[in-house]
């Protein structure tokens, strides 16, 4: 059953950085996109950064210039680096397998990440930043 791992989140302060972690496990996810999502309290589930198969990262327009995206094949990670944070990247991260194209769609999240067959979302990990 395929499972996904989320850590690195905490307690910062604004302009400061975090390094967070999707560990996947029950596939190789070498082959497949990953994207990130947050979740604030009382708000929908949105979009933060996607990375194809390929390593190529596409990333929702706040975060632009703030977050890189990467991945460890060999690891079966993905690792999302944000800079710079501000108040409103506070909430619960997530990762999942999915499409790229739509990963900033409300509907796509809703319905179409965790891609089907590809498990259901993780726990998330919490990062806070304080102003």
């Known amino acids: 059953q395929p499972k996904y791992v989320e850590s690195g989140g905490g307690l910062v302060q604004t302009g400061e950085s975090l390094r967070l972690s999707c560990a996947v496990s029950g596939f190789r996810l070498s082959y497949y996109a990953v994207a990130w999502f947050r979740q604030a309290p009382g708000e929908e589930r949105e979009g933060v950064a996607c990375i194809t198969s390929t390593g190529i990262p596409s990333y929702a327009d706040s975060m632009k210039g703030r977050f890189t995206l990467s991945r460890d094949n060999a690891k079966n990670a993905v690792y999302l680096q944000m800079n710079d944070l501000k108040a409103e990247d506070t909430g619960v991260y997530y990762c999942?397998?999915?499409?790229?194209?739509?990963?900033?769609?409300?509907?796509?999240?809703?319905?179409?990440?965790?891609?089907?067959?590809?498990?259901?979302w993780g726990q998330g990990t919490q990062v806070t930043v304080s102003s």
């Open positions: 999942a397998v999915g499409d790229c194209k739509s990963f900033t769609e409300t509907f796509a999240i809703q319905s179409l990440f965790p891609a089907p067959g590809f498990g259901s």
